[in-house]
């Protein structure tokens, strides 16, 4: 199931509705040179940016001041849809954007799963400084990507996978078995075909949900009660984050693509 050409049928745009911001000043088509793993020439890469302005408001009273938020979700990605049944491998690469380059003293997560129930994600790829972070370097990995199983687990998702956020493409394959709860992380830099950096890993991935593709920066400050509405956001945000080869396949039969099919032939 290639899901990269659904991604701009979206759920509605996390931004305060009262900005009146369109996905046509949030979202970007950097041209990237090489393109990311899967994309090749058939696909083109996207950016999603934040800014000041990009405050997520789910309702009139709930204006979630604490956050910059903008993320694509598939359309077809229900949140009780098959995407999240059965065995599948999601695929995705991102890489930085040095002219949009991210603030390291707030962590960001961008892309996740976010259970149906809205409770907790069931993975997250996160960079910058991992608020009530366990690890004792992590101070030391500010410009890491680290991808964490179910943040409701293990003081907040036990790291699965990391690796330093260079300037080159980044990608994954997680192979997700939702009838194990286990995720398997495959990974690859630059135009490199991916190779499995971990086993099966047991992670609690039930519970359905939908994928999030994009930017959540978190504030900071100390002593949260409430994240979303709490802690400071420094202005004049002008920050983004660049995203290829998104798709899904069934890897029920053992099927887990490492390189894209025109490479068949040569390979």
Known sequence: MHILSTLLAVAPVFVAAQNCLKWSEIAKFPKVSPPSLFDGSTYKAIEVTIDDTSIFAPSADNVQIGFRRAELLPATNTGSDPATTGIKT??????ADTSRPLNYTHEYQLVFLESADYSTNQFALKTGSIID??????????NWLRLVGNVANDNGGKTLFEVPFGKDWHNFGLRLDFTKNTTQVLYSPSILPLIPVTPPIHNDISGQGQLHFG???KPIGDNFTDMPHQGYQEPGIHEGAIF???FEEDSSHGCVSLIPKSWWSWW
């Open 244 to 246: 290829g080869g998104i």
């Open 133 to 142: 972070d366990s690890d004792p370097r992590g101070h030391l990995k500010k």
């Open 90 to 95: 999601l695929h995705f690469s991102v890489r």
């Open 215 to 217: 930017l959540l920066k």
